[in-house]
């Protein structure tokens, strides 16, 4: 079984920035893609960014493009979420995912495995 891990989240001013880092553990098969998801309160999860296993391919919803970076470190089996010019829209729950699929990946469906998620708070 795999498990995810997020870590990072707080509360923030407008502006600011913070890093999500996601911790994978347990047995895991081959190359897997990362996601990143966020819900907001009484919304739905919402795709924010994946990337590969290579880091050669990235994407990004358009909220985030631009403010939100996505990166990975296989050796520490750890992916990042780094955060800047913060909005209070950007408040919600995080969430990472793993997925052994190579399409599909801003469908919350796409992936295999979810962490617990870390709250991020955004004040103005």
């Known amino acids: 079984q795999v498990q995810l891990a997020e870590s990072g989240g707080g509360l923030v001013q407008a502006g600011g920035s913070l890093r999500l880092s996601c911790a994978v553990s347990?047995?895991?098969?081959?190359?897997?893609?990362m996601g990143w998801f966020r819900q907001a309160a009484g919304k739905e999860r919402e795709f924010v960014g994946a990337?590969?296993?290579?880091?050669?391919?990235?994407i990004y919803a358009d909220p985030v493009k631009g403010r939100f970076g996505i990166s990975r470190d296989n050796s520490k089996n750890t992916v990042y979420l780094q955060m800047n010019s913060l909005k209070p829209e950007d408040t919600g729950v995080y969430y990472c995912?793993?997925?052994?699929?190579?399409?599909?990946?801003?469908?919350?469906?796409?992936?295999?495995?979810w962490g617990q998620g870390t709250q991020v708070t955004v004040f103005s």
């Open positions: 995912a793993a997925t052994y699929t190579l399409t599909g990946w801003v469908v919350p469906r796409s992936y295999d495995y």
């Open positions: 347990g047995r895991t098969y081959g190359s897997y893609a």
């Open positions: 990337i590969s296993w290579g880091s050669v391919n990235k």
